[in-house]
Nanobody, 123 residues
């Protein structure tokens, strides 16, 4: 089992920044690819960003490229999502997820999920 706890969400004005953190416990964190997903009201959960288990490869959905940065610190068992130039359309509950070794854009490929943290961007 892997337990994931997100933090860092909140209310921010358009153009502002937030940094989300996801602390992991349980099994060996460095064996897991980590990803961030988000879900807005009435919409499906969508892929935002992912980082490989070594941290050497990162992936982003097109709408956040150049604004968001995903990273991980395996010594701290933590993955981060730095979000800059936030837009109202970024408003959603953000979830971190863990998958053994393989990075994916598809939610069913992730076995472990956090409880989510709300990000609200006002215009």
């Amino acid at each position: 089992q892997v337990q994931l706890v997100e933090s860092g969400g909140g209310l921010v004005q358009a153009g502002g920044s937030l940094r989300l953190s996801c602390a992991a416990s349980g099994r060996t964190f460095s064996n897991y690819a980590m990803a961030w997903f988000r879900q807005a009201p009435g919409k499906e959960r969508e892929f935002v960003a992912a980082v490989s288990w070594k941290g050497s490869n990162t992936y982003y959905t097109d709408s956040v490229k150049g604004r968001f940065t995903v990273s991980r610190d395996n010594a701290k068992n933590t993955v981060y999502l730095q979000m800059n130039s936030l837009k109202p359309e970024d408003t959603a509950v953000y979830y971190c997820a863990a998958a053994l070794y393989e990075t994916s854009r598809y939610p069913p490929n992730y076995a472990y999920w956090g409880q989510g943290t709300q990000v609200t961007v006002s215009s």
